[in-house]
């Protein structure tokens, strides 16, 4: 991958990312690193067009673009960034709404994926199920706090990004992270 971020400010270009497919592929790419559509979709469990015609979406708003492959025929995808950034505070309600249907495509990726997890917890080893889980703490913070805990959490994480210093034994997990303002009262 040439870039480490790739930022995304044009609404439709948001939109674009939003689709369900597209979030699964760009994570794909980065994960498994250069694959071809018909790789895409036997892992994805798609037809090859469709997976073919969101990788070309994916290349028109610079998130994926096409690699040499090991013979001609061969036409491997690649991410074009290790990760994908939007501002969520524009004063421009089209942007705003854009980056709002990015984030609820991205939330319920995060969910189908936890439920996923979920169905095949009891078939993984007990060192995994007593590491994996789920959690939420209450904390009480200014905007600027919850600013600099969010980077303090980042920083934290960033050692355990770098594919090529992973540990023996170490696996792929998601980590999520929702910073959600809670009514004090009232609402769960």
């Given at each position: 991958m040439?870039?480490?971020?790739?930022?995304?400010?044009?609404?439709?270009?948001?939109?674009?990312?939003?689709?369900?497919?597209?979030?699964?592929?760009?994570?794909?790419?980065?994960?498994?690193?250069?694959?071809?559509?018909t790789q895409c979709a036997a892992e994805l469990d798609e037809n090859v067009p469709n997976c073919s015609f969101h990788l070309r979406q994916l290349a028109k708003y610079g998130l994926a673009e096409r690699v040499p492959g090991a013979d001609g025929r061969e036409r491997p995808w690649r991410a074009t960034a290790n990760m994908t950034s939007w501002v969520d505070d524009s004063d421009d309600p089209e942007v705003r709404a854009a980056t709002d249907q990015l984030n609820a495509?991205?939330?319920?990726?995060?969910?189908?994926?936890?439920?996923?997890?979920?169905?095949?917890?009891?078939?993984?080893?007990?060192?995994?199920?007593?590491?994996?889980?789920?959690?939420?703490?209450?904390?009480?913070v200014t905007p600027d706090q919850l600013l600099a805990l969010n980077e303090q959490i980042d920083?934290?994480?960033?050692?355990?990004?770098?594919?090529?210093?992973?540990?023996?034994?170490?696996?792929?997990?998601?980590?999520?992270?929702?910073?959600?303002?809670?009514?004090?009262?009232?609402?769960?």
């Open positions: 040439a870039n480490d971020s790739v930022n995304l400010n044009d609404p439709k270009a948001l939109r674009a990312y939003a689709h369900p497919l597209r979030l699964s592929l760009i994570g794909m790419l980065r994960r498994n690193g250069p694959m071809t559509a495509a991205i939330l319920a990726q995060y969910v189908r994926r936890a439920e996923a997890y979920l169905a095949v917890r009891g078939e993984d080893s007990p060192e995994w199920r007593r590491a994996a889980g789920f959690g939420d703490a209450m904390i009480y920083e934290l994480l960033a050692p355990y990004s770098d594919k090529a210093r992973r540990a023996e034994g170490s696996r792929p997990v998601s980590m999520v992270q929702l910073s959600i303002p809670t009514p004090e009262t009232g609402a769960p």
